[in-house]
């Protein structure tokens, strides 16, 4: 089983929709992550997860939910989305959110709103 | 907040050339990694370096924390090195934030 996990690797949906975008992790990891990667720009971080908590939200719109049902799991729930939204969403997860650890990711879904 | 600067910005070599990817940083470190992107947008750890030298095959890196800059080498490039190469840090001013660097875009061709 790879470490990370996306689903699904490619999105294409409207802007009255609603969708999820799933991330699971079999890495006994703590902490995890969601990033926004849009063409041309650095990698952008929207949510941490540690131990299931939510420990950070960089100023991201309420459009994107997120929810960390266990450590293992992370999801990205989406509604009313603008066009501007559509990017490259990548999960990500490390063994602590404080301290020296490796942050590894998952394939990405690609996100395209219509 | 940390600030992340790499260069170049864009490479491109002929299959068989060596490169050397720059990552510079504006504060100090305790976590650097370098990552290299795929054409399907898929982040490979590369190295874990927040110090030191390390190799892997055809790659190598070293970070010279106390200089703020880390250097990734590629030898022998090959095509299927094409992508994205990021270094990101954790540390200093940005707390517990991992902050990626811009990227260096590099195509290798045959």
């Known amino acids: 089983e790879t470490g990370v996990t996306q689903t699904p690797r490619h999105l294409v949906m409207g802007m009255t929709n609603k969708k999820s975008l799933k991330c699971e992790q079999h890495l006994g990891h703590n902490a995890m992550y969601w990033y926004k990667q849009s063409a041309k720009k650095p990698l952008e971080l929207m949510f941490v997860?540690?131990?299931?908590?939510?420990?950070e939200n960089n100023s991201v719109p309420s459009r994107f939910s997120p929810e960390c049902p266990n450590s293992s799991h992370l999801f990205l729930h989406l509604h009313t989305l603008q066009p501007e939204d559509s990017a490259l969403y990548l999960c990500a997860s490390s063994r602590e959110r404080q301290g020296p650890y490796e942050q590894y990711f998952g394939p990405g879904t690609r996100l395209t709103v219509t | 907040g940390i600030q992340v600067e790499q260069s170049p910005p864009d490479l491109i070599l002929q299959e068989g050339a060596n490169s050397t990817l720059r990552c510079n940083f504006s504060d100090s470190v305790n976590n650097l990694q370098w990552f290299h992107q795929n054409p399907w947008g898929q982040l490979i750890n590369l190295f874990y370096i927040p110090s030191g030298t390390k190799q892997n095959g055809r790659l190598s890196a070293t970070t010279v924390a106390t200089e703020r800059y880390s250097l990734l080498y590629i030898s022998s490039s090959q095509t299927t090195d094409s992508g994205v190469y990021f270094c990101a840090v954790k540390g200093g001013t940005g707390g517990f934030k991992t902050i990626f660097g811009a990227g260096t875009r590099l195509f290798v061709k045959a």
């Open positions: 997860y540690s131990l299931e908590e939510r420990v």
